[in-house]
């Protein structure tokens, strides 16, 4: 590089322009009105309850906290881009007040008092604010008022975005975000008059568990977690994540990752030392503090994502599946003793006797009903073998079905919920009958003591018979 010759320091003061370009930071009306309820928290009294209104109609957006208010310096610097000394509070940037404002609408207005008889105003209006000279000054009124509490006043006008429904959507979304202040009674939130409440979810019972855990970094990552009553169809799972009682996220899957499986886990998880975007709608992925959290959560979830999996599973055992299951068993016995079966069986002498019906009979064996609560059954070596199919959750290692047979409660047969293949099977009920038809084949086999070999040759005809027969029903 040649040497320097001459050099000069240059002025790199932003153009005034970027003031309302602030307004395309990209945040919702509920992000940019909890930017400033995070103000208002920061403000709020040691010890005492925090009030915060807020008013929202087509004129505009109104948030009033009573706070400590703001004296001459403080609402000054306020309103100074990216000035702050908090430390260990919500607002850290000293952007969230201007940008959430300038989101919302075109014009604010900022009064705050720290109560007594003095009042101070500063306000923003694009017009006059690029009309005025090339200095990012803007005018600061103090005026003398009755006495009045402390606390600030924050008005936006002309709004980018109102529609009835705004008022609702604000208040649902703020009351997710600040619940843990909510539930400590240190905060009292109201839109358009209307309490913001804590948020109640039905879970499983017994499923609910907090954890506190601490990275190799001795970071804090503590919460709860738990199951839903009921899956989510819509992605409505996963975790509220916190940062110094703040939602940062919502519904968020660390941890666990995407699936509709687990769309039952539920909970809220509390990252205070993991660094959060300078509008807190995320946090920081790739820094060293979030990956370490997440790495410590996917371990912790193992068992509740097995958990999920498994309820999920269970879920698929609708009314209607249980009822086309007991369809086909019927047909099954149907088929069992339909001629076709018989004639089949007499071509195996030990299959014959075990079956015992002459050739050509239509019904010399079981009904289809007997003393185990009138359920299906089928006659094997002259006794009436109830059975009754269960879908169960045996565990992933274990088969995709399982039987058992006792002579004063028939056969049991499980189809296993929690087998892989289960999961990825469209036509539960199917699977089912597949498992059924298969279990009287091996019992037969066993009881008639024919060659194993046989087993399938004979599901297979039971299938084929009990379709024929389910469809000519039809």
Known sequence: MDPVKRSRLVDITPDRSLLPKLGFA???????VAELVDNAIDARREG???????????AGIE???DGVGMERDGIAKAMVLAWSRKRGQLGE???GLKTACLSLGEAFEVKSSPGGTVEYRVTYDPEAWMAASRSWKLRLEE???RRRKAGTTIRVRRLKVYYPRLPTIIRLDLQRRFSPYIRSRGLDLRVNGRSAEIEEVRLLPGSRRAFNLRTRGGRAVAGWCGLLAEGSTKGYYGFHTYRRNRMITTFDKIGIGEDPRISRIIGEIHLDQVPVTHNKREFV???????EAASLLAREFKALVREARRQASLDTVTPTVMREVRSWQRKIVQAFESPDFRR???RFRRLAAAVGAPAGAGGGGGKAGNARHGGPAVQVRGRTIPFHHHFSPLGVSAGRKQWNHSRRLGLDIYTNVDFPAYATTRDKVFYAVMHVSETLAEFLVRESGEDAARVDEIKEL???KAAELKLGSR
Do not use: M, N, T, W
């Not at 990209?26 to 940019?32: C, D, I, K, L, M």
């Open 48 to 58: 005492a309850k925090l009030h915060v209104e807020i008013h929202v109609s087509s």
């Open 143 to 145: 005026a003398r008022v």
């Open 344 to 346: 089949f069986a007499l």
């Open 26 to 32: 990209g945040y919702s009306a509920p992000q940019a």
């Open 462 to 464: 039971i299938l084929r």
């Open 285 to 291: 992925r790739e820094s060293r503090e979030y990956r």
């Open 63 to 65: 948030v009033q906290d």
């Open 93 to 95: 940037f000293g952007l």
